[in-house]
């Protein structure tokens, strides 16, 4: 259960846009949409008001640690900031500690973050490896974000197959052929 209240303003917005496209929001269907819209955006951009401290909080440990630490297949909802439709996806995650280890829990929690507010899949992949290095000093991060995009399936091109994919890797995962290799195998690897 959201604990997202309704903004007033965007209910009676939402109203005045369900009467321009010719709908008649008394009728039993659209008597609460608004409210439900507003709702639901508010809950859908509320990265726009967290930050990564707020998330990560003391989740960052000291730790002896120097392998390469990869949390794949995080989903993800965002919404299109030239549309306002949702993409949605998976973000795959690695960083290689360098005296500093995170929660978990905390890296969908960044993700999360970036991906709850009017957003570009691009530069939300950045967001989120630029966070995890600000965060721990690592190494090396690496992100990849796979997505697909409603404003390219159910308008536009109205291609219903297609995916994007785009990659942030910093430190080793940007200067080191292997480490990246070994990153990019793991992300692809098959789930048994």
Known sequence: MSDHAANPKLAE?????????????????????????????????????????????????????????????????????????PFFGRVHVAYIPDGKIIGLSKIPRIVDVFARRLQVQERMTVQIAEALQEVLAPEGVGVVVDASHLCMMMRGVQKQNSSTTTSCLLGRFRTDPRTRSEFLDLVHAIKR
């Open 13 to 85: 917005l939402v109203q005045h846009m369900l009467a321009e496209l010719g709908e008649d929001a008394s009728r039993q269907g659209l008597q609460r949409t608004p409210e439900r819209v507003a709702k639901s955006l508010a809950e859908l951009t509320s990265g726009a008001t967290q930050t990564v401290a707020d998330v990560v909080g003391q989740g960052v440990f000291d730790e002896d640690c120097s392998e390469m630490v990869v949390v794949k297949d995080i989903e993800f909802y965002s919404l299109c900031e030239h549309h306002m439709l």
